[in-house]
């Protein structure tokens, strides 16, 4: 049971001036870049690592956390009023919301849109709060069986929930594990794929390879994008709270079961904000006693997948503070902050560092209130925040990608590394491979090999210890099914055809 | 810029290939047949055996997918400009940072790109000075990171508001 005085002193730590002016500008940052097309919540977690390089563990955390949580809702917001999602985790309800708007409904659309938000990341918050010591309690007793298994479950996920081919998501997640084994070995020193370069014997830092796939890949694109921007509607934006307790009252079962599926989402190692909200979008619909009028501007998918997206966020932070394996490409960034900081994620930390475990968890708390009345005034400065022109924008964010890479390790070459990744990142989206399944395997390979390595050795060379805890058991048959589940999909759809087809 | 799946098959299975053959050469552990070699020989092999899937199916359905679809910017000289200058400015800031310094190629590289895409230089120099100071300011100045300074080592204190 957590003590009141632990509570009480991470409040304390969360409750410092210099804490609360950091989250409070991670927050315009995070509504900032949210509301920009193309520039995701997951960019806003990479640009901001640089400069939580040089603070204390909380304001750093909550800083992230904050930016992330504005991210995702401000994503709405062009979603309504351009019919352009501001984050991939608007995109499933973008159509809908701007629906809502050409009927002259944008005040509903946006007013759900904060509100389920804040909701929905509170539902998130407090589930991140009483379920994560729990279950560090129960992952003081796993070994390297458990946690091998746990860190091939989130391989698995991973590539259960990527987009398009299965194949190119495997590839992808290969590439990503392929740059982990970079430097040099633990077990044995010896180097590997450093090519003589000092520089990597340590590994690939992980914010060159992050700033490179997602901001300088997103900057490559833009400067290829040849359609003209959207323009805004000229309509002024009337009260955004009109209506809303009614609907979210309306609504209650919806956005509940959207808070529910959300947080396990998020909390489901590899799958994030933008697979929660896709997939309550489409529970909305189908439990909907009217579902004909989805697609039409109607409230009640987004206010599901409104408050799913943000629950998602406190629920990807479940295993990544609780096993250290992230639960999406945010969490991803995170762990490895928690590392630089010190606060190295595993359930030792509820016990060593519990002050600060929990300070960042209020800062969930806080991030979401503030979001109310920040979301209130992004929304009435939506014009003039979509009005910045993308030419002057788009180069200035090169230049602190440039400088945040080399910001980690103060080395050129951290640069090269951004450049290169920049390129991969490209070529990759161009061709339908995603990068959400690199990232992931980039955290976890290191966790995979050396636990597979450590259980090697305590098991002599023999597989049947990996399933003899009962713990690791389960999770092993359930890692297995999981990696089972794309080829099964794989032959049940093949078998279909060729019996379509034979008929 | 999207390839025919068989390209890209082709690509990552050569990838893989060349993966295999440089863990081979890795040293062997002592006890256990899982040295540092195992885990990239196991990748290598992954990406060999997806490339080939790839190749499978890019080759079925070659007739739909063109060997390479350049995509609309490539064939507008503007597009095809603005993709090698954003790659050019980072090339360039890695040869030149340390001898020139971070302030000159910042305030080149922002000048080229925004000229460039907002064809209008004069707003693109002014723009490309403020930032400049701006992100030295908070990096330099408030973050201390030691951004090189180069052949402007001389004029440092001009921003040294300390």
């Not at chain 1, 690592?49 to 909380?58: A, G, I, L, R, S």
């Not at chain 2, 690509?11 to 990239?40: D, N, T």
């Not at chain 2, 350049?70 to 000289?77: R, T």
């Amino acid at each position: 049971m957590v003590q009141l005085e632990v509570i009480l002193t991470a409040l304390g730590l969360l409750l410092q001036p210099y804490t609360l002016t950091v989250m409070l500008a991670a927050a315009v940052f995070g509504l900032f870049v949210g509301s920009m097309p193309g520039l995701t919540a997951t960019m806003a977690t990479a640009l901001l690592v640089p400069v939580t390089f040089f603070m204390e563990p909380v304001p750093a955390i909550a800083a992230i956390v904050t930016a992330s949580a504005m991210a995702i809702f401000a994503g709405d917001i062009p979603g309504a009023l351009l019919r352009i999602p501001g984050t991939p985790a608007s995109a499933a309800y973008t159509d809908e919301a701007y629906a809502m708007t050409r009927k002259g409904e944008a005040e509903m659309a946006l007013g759900a849109g904060v509100t389920t938000s804040v909701y929905g990341g509170l539902f998130g918050s407090a589930a991140l709060m009483f379920a994560a010591p729990p279950l560090a309690e129960l992952a003081l007793k796993f070994s390297s069986y458990e946690y091998f298994w746990l860190s091939m479950l989130g391989l698995a996920c991973a590539l259960l929930v990527s987009p398009g081919s299965p194949v190119k998501g495997a590839i992808s997640l290969l590439f990503g594990l392929l740059l982990a084994t970079i430097g040099i070995d633990p077990m044995t020193g010896f180097s590997r794929f450093t090519f003589g370069y000092v520089q990597l014997l340590g590994g690939l830092s992980l914010v060159p390879v992050l700033v490179g796939m997602y901001a300088v890949a997103e900057i490559l694109r833009y400067a290829t994008t040849i359609d003209a921007p959207a323009t805004l509607p000229q309509k002024k934006i009337g009260n955004i709270f009109a209506g809303q307790w009614r609907m979210l009252w309306k609504y209650r079962w919806p956005v509940m079961r959207g808070n529910i599926t959300g947080t396990l989402i998020g909390a489901l190692p590899g799958a994030g904000a933008d697979v929660a909200a896709w997939i309550s979008y489409a529970t909305a619909k189908r439990f909907s006693k009217e579902p004909e009028k989805f697609g039409t501007g109607h409230v009640e998918g987004i206010a599901e997948a409104g408050a799913a997206n943000n629950s998602a966020l406190g629920g990807a932070y479940i295993p990544a503070t609780v096993f250290g394996i992230p639960g999406d490409s945010i969490t991803a960034i995170v762990i490895g902050v928690l590392y630089m900081k010190g606060m190295n994620p595993g359930p030792t930390i509820f016990i060593r560092n519990p002050e600060l475990i929990y300070a960042v968890f209020l800062s969930f708390f806080l991030a979401n209130l503030l979001m109310l009345p920040l979301g209130w005034t992004a929304i009435k400065a939506s014009k003039q925040i979509l009005s910045v022109p993308r030419h002057t924008l788009m180069p200035i964010i090169l230049m602190f990608c440039l400088v945040g890479s080399f910001a980690i390790d103060n080395v050129l070459f951290a640069v090269t590394v951004m450049l290169i990744m920049g390129i991969a990142g490209f070529l990759m989206e161009e061709n339908g491979i995603p990068i959400a399944p690199c990232v992931l395997a980039l955290v976890l390979g290191p966790l995979i090999e050396n636990n597979f390595i450590t259980s090697m050795m305590k098991a002599e060379g023999h597989l049947l210890p990996f399933f003899e805890r009962p713990i690791a058991g389960a999770l092993g048959v359930i890692t297995i099914l999981v990696w089972l589940t794309p080829l099964a999909l794989w032959l049940w759809r093949r078998s279909r055809w060729r019996a379509a087809a034979g008929a | 810029m999207k390839f025919n799946d068989a390209i890209i098959g082709i690509v990552v299975a050569l990838f893989g290939a060349a993966v295999i053959s440089q863990a081979w050469y890795f040293p062997k552990a002592q006890h256990i047949p899982y040295g540092p070699g195992f885990l990239p020989t196991l990748l290598g092999i992954g990406l060999v055996i997806c490339g080939g899937l790839l190749v499978i199916g890019g080759l079925t359905h070659r007739r739909e997918q063109p060997v390479l679809a350049l995509g609309a910017w490539a064939s507008s000289p503007r597009h095809a400009f603005g993709f090698l200058l954003v790659l050019a400015g980072l090339g360039f800031y890695v040869l030149f940072a340390d001898d020139i310094g971070h302030f000159a190629c910042s305030v080149i590289i922002l000048f080229a790109l925004i000229a460039h895409l907002s064809r209008r230089p004069l707003y693109a120099l002014a723009i490309a000075i403020v930032a400049s100071v701006a992100i030295q300011m908070f990096f330099v100045e408030i973050l201390l990171v030691p951004l090189p300074w180069g052949v402007l080592e001389p004029y440092s204190g001009w921003f040294n508001w300390r």
